[in-house]
């Protein structure tokens, strides 16, 4: 089993849509936790952290259920420029950072 | 704020010859890793450094990857000799603390042939 795990993907929307993505982790330890999202070809670049208590910028909602190890990222009113692979962030605890392997979205017209 | 600077952004060479990456990192940002990306993967970690010390290189393929980051700033990534698995997305980041958000350079697109 990996240590993190992402829905697979693509997701397929159309505009205004809400969708949800969840990520899976297997170290109780671990400490903190982030949404990245990536374009094609381009660089992974932070989208938001992800706290316990939840939280939201704008159109975007992170959650993290420390109990069932997982975090969750929801996009309300999706746009076409929200295409794109969003990928889960990891830190373990001492010094592992891991990525999942990310869900593609597709939003279309 | 300047960014995380990588150089070269492509890198075309035969199989077997050697290549290295290089890395600035944002200033004052200690923590300094390099990430290898395939196609429709995430990022695979195959170092990270706090400073000048390798803190986790239990991923990196010591028979032809190496890497330094001499005095805790800048760092090169070097593979030799290169294989042709090795086309891939090389990635650097840096962070200000052990558990922050990463900061990625654009990248090194590898390609051997």
């Known amino acids: 089993r990996k240590e993190v795990e992402q829905d697979p993907g693509p997701f397929n929307v159309p505009e205004g849509a809400t969708v949800a993505f969840n990520c899976t982790y297997s170290?109780?330890?671990?400490?903190?936790f982030f949404w990245y999202r990536q374009d094609c070809r381009k660089e992974p670049k932070l989208l938001m952290s992800v706290y316990s208590s939840g939280n939201e910028d704008g159109r975007f909602t992170a959650q993290l259920n420390r109990a069932s190890q997982y975090i969750s990222l929801l996009i309300r009113d999706s746009k076409l420029s929200d295409s794109a692979t969003y990928l889960c962030?990891?830190?373990?605890?001492?010094?592992?950072?891991?990525f999942g392997a990310g869900t593609r979205l597709f939003v279309k017209a | 704020e300047a960014g995380v600077v990588q150089s070269p952004r492509y890198k075309i060479i035969e199989k077997k010859q050697p290549v290295a990456f290089w890395c600035n990192p944002i200033s004052g940002h200690n923590t300094l890793y390099w990430y290898l990306q395939n196609l429709g993967q995430g990022p695979e970690l195959l170092i990270r450094?706090?400073?000048?010390?390798?803190?986790?290189d239990s991923q990196l393929p010591k028979d032809r990857f190496s890497a330094e980051r001499l005095k805790g700033v800048d760092s090169t990534l070097k593979i030799q000799p290169a294989e042709l698995g090795d086309s891939a997305v090389y990635l650097c980041?840096?962070?200000?603390?052990?558990?922050?958000?990463?900061?990625f350079g654009n990248g090194t697109r590898l390609t051997v042939t």
């Open positions: 962030v990891v830190h373990t605890g001492g010094f592992k950072t891991i």
């Open positions: 170290n109780s330890a671990s400490q903190s």
């Open positions: 980041a840096s962070s200000s603390a052990r558990n922050s958000p990463l900061h």
């Open positions: 450094y706090e400073n000048e010390e390798a803190v986790d």
